[in-house]
T-cell receptor
Framework: DTGVSQDPRHKITKRGQNVTFRCDPI?????LYWYRQTLGQGPEFLTYFQNEAQLEKSRLLSDRFSAERPKGSFSTLEIQRTEQGDSAMYLC?????????????FGPGTRLTVL | KNQVEQSPQSLIILEGKNCTLQCNYTVSPFSNLRWYKQDTGRGPVSLTI?????NTKSNGRYTATLDADTKQSSLHITASQLSDSASYICVVTRKTATGNQFYFGTGTSLTVIP
């Protein structure tokens, strides 16, 4: 399977714990995006990388959130001191960064539940 | 303010019937508009992409239209099937100096019943 993969698919944690999610994009895609999606809502942009550079971060990405893409391939999203409001689906997407017809390919998501 | 609004929020139709979903946007400058289908618990999957010069584009039983003047798009589903039950999300791409930004609608939840 050459699509976007995410790990884990589900994570249940207690409030205050740290969690880390991983995303493996499509291999030839140089852009990688993180989104958060709550029930009944569309995805909300968190951050994106072009290769290893983090080019933009949303205001939604508080100090407790950090994302890395150290070698320009896979990325990790870490949430420190989780809160119940962090419970959501965390989606990763990748694209080629074409000027006009840039299509994002999404992974299956990681569903986080904070107890 | 760059926004994407979709209507209706939810829709229930009988199998075999047609339906049309709406997307209005205020995103500027406009680059392209996509419709995604998102099955429950899965990531979104692209259905169609339309640039400024395209008025209509089809993908099987899905037909998307775009009116760039009024900043409206629609997704028409013909002869609906049970497997069409999903959330349909409209995404508008905005050009920026550093690349593209993506603005998502909240989606229309479609339920097809037998």
């Amino acid at each position: 399977d050459t699509g976007v993969s995410q790990d884990p698919r589900h994570k249940i944690t207690k409030r205050g714990q740290n969690v880390t999610f991983r995303c493996d994009p499509i291999s030839e895609h140089n852009r990688l995006y993180w989104y958060r999606q709550t029930l009944g809502q569309g995805p909300e942009f968190l951050t994106y990388f072009q290769n290893e550079a983090q080019l933009e971060k949303s205001r939604l990405l508080s100090d407790r959130f950090s994302a890395e893409r150290p070698k320009g391939s896979f990325s990790t999203l870490e949430i420190q001191r989780t809160e119940q409001g962090d419970s959501a689906m965390y989606l990763c997407a990748s694209s080629r960064n074409l000027v006009v017809s840039d299509t994002q390919y999404f992974g299956p998501g990681t569903r986080l539940t904070v107890l | 303010k760059n926004q994407v609004e979709q209507s209706p929020q939810s829709l229930i139709i009988l199998e075999g019937k047609n339906c049309t979903l709406q997307c209005n946007y205020t995103v500027s400058p406009f680059s392209n508009l996509r419709w995604y289908k998102q099955d429950t618990g899965r990531g979104p999957v692209s259905l169609t992409i339309m640039t400024f010069s395209e008025n209509t584009k089809s993908n099987g039983r899905y037909t998307a239209t775009l009116d760039a003047d009024t900043k409206q798009s629609s997704l028409h589903i013909t002869a609906s099937q049970l497997s069409d039950s999903a959330s349909y999300i409209c995404v508008v791409t905005r050009k920026t100096a550093t690349g593209n930004q993506f603005y998502f609608g909240t989606g229309t939840s479609l339920t097809v019943i037998p």
